[in-house]
């Protein structure tokens, strides 16, 4: 199982950013995915999911500015990111998980400067 995510990089407050992760190895479709990041000194903390189904989920410190999406033809889950602050400034992972199994990706920095 391979989960490989890119689109990090370096912004300014306010800025975009789209993050990607493709998989292999799995069924995508049938699988949850996430986004967790992780801050210097912090707890990985969750960002967004979705699920199998297309529902959707965020961190109240994301809603109304990122947003999760999946292709399952492409077997890529997204991660829109918009008005960025300073806080979210993290390394990001994407995950998979299904039915108590998880796979985690390598991680993509995201640096928002102020």
């Known amino acids: 199982v391979q989960l490989q995510a890119s689109g990090g990089g370096l912004v300014q407050a306010g800025g975009s950013l789209r993050l990607s992760c493709a998989a292999s190895g799995i069924i995508f479709s049938r699988y949850t995915m996430g986004w967790y990041r992780q801050a210097p000194g912090k707890q990985r903390e969750l960002v967004a999911i979705?699920?199998?189904?297309?529902?959707?989920n965020y961190a109240d410190s994301v809603k109304g500015r990122f947003t999760i999406s999946r292709d399952n033809t492409k077997n890529t889950v997204y991660l829109q990111m918009n008005s960025l602050k300073p806080e979210d400034t993290a390394v990001y992972y994407c995950?998979?998980?299904?039915?108590?199994?998880?796979?985690w990706g390598q991680g993509t920095q995201v640096t928002v400067s102020s």
């Open positions: 995950q998979a998980e299904r039915r108590g199994t998880t796979h």
């Open positions: 979705i699920t199998s189904s297309s529902n959707t």
